[in-house]
Structure formats: structure tokens, C-alpha cells
């Protein structure tokens, strides 16, 4: 199960942080991920860590503005949002990959899906 918080409304110029934990695993060897939802569009990927934290990737769109982090002990992943802006503003979910160690951008590479939290970044 994947829990997420953090959302909220800031304005453009602003900063969020966004987390994810990940309960009922044993193990942390799995990637973890977050997309994003804007009203009216599909589901888009903004970054993934692998299972131990050793390697990100991230959308274009975010690159040099969102940071991933993952605590493994503690099976919680954090996502820290800076110089948001209206764009950004959707859904945002966290996923996990069985997968631990090979990133991806695909949905569907995903098993595991939180149920959103909304960051709305107004102008």
C-alpha cells in the first residue's frame, strides 16, 4: 500500500514537499516513482529513484527543480518541489516497481499506485 501527502496550494515561485510510504513490504528492493495529473490530460511521469537510492531520473520538465530522496529503512519516499509553477499543478501520484534497478518512465511498468494528493500552483 502506498500512502502520499503533502500536497497543498502555493503560489508560483514556491516550494512543496510531497511524501510516499510504502507499507506491507519486507524488503525495499523496489523503485519507487511519481507521476502527475493536470485536469483534462494523461497521466505523466515527473521522476523514479531505484531501490536504494543510488540512482534518479527525471522528467525534463522538472529536472534542476524537484529533487527525489527515499529513506529504505524507513520505506518512505519524499519529493522536494522548488520554483513551481502553474504548469506543475495536478495530481501527483507515487508508484512503485517491482523492477528496483532498472528506471522507467512508463505506466505500466508500475505495479503499485498511491492515491494522490493535489498540488495546485496558482499564478
Known amino acids: 500500500q502506498l500512502q502520499a501527502s503533502g500536497g497543498g496550494l502555493v503560489q508560483a515561485g514556491g516550494s512543496l514537499r510531497l511524501s510516499c510510504a510504502a507499507s506491507g513490504r519486507t524488503s525495499s528492493s523496489y523503485a519507487l516513482g511519481w507521476f502527475r495529473q493536470a485536469p483534462g490530460k494523461e497521466r505523466e511521469f515527473v521522476v523514479a529513484i531505484s531501490s536504494h537510492g543510488g540512482n534518479t531520473y527525471y522528467a525534463d520538465s522538472v529536472k534542476d527543480r524537484f529533487t527525489i530522496s527515499r529513506d529504505s529503512a524507513k520505506n518512505t519516499v519524499s519529493l522536494q518541489m522548488n520554483r513551481l509553477k502553474p504548469e506543475d499543478t495536478g495530481v501527483y501520484y507515487c508508484?512503485?516497481?517491482?523492477?528496483?534497478?532498472?528506471?522507467?518512465?512508463?505506466?505500466?511498468?508500475?505495479?503499485?499506485w498511491g492515491q494522490g494528493t493535489l498540488v495546485t500552483v496558482s499564478s
Open positions: 508508484a512503485l516497481a517491482l523492477q528496483g534497478t532498472i528506471l522507467s518512465s512508463h505506466i505500466k511498468a508500475y505495479n503499485y
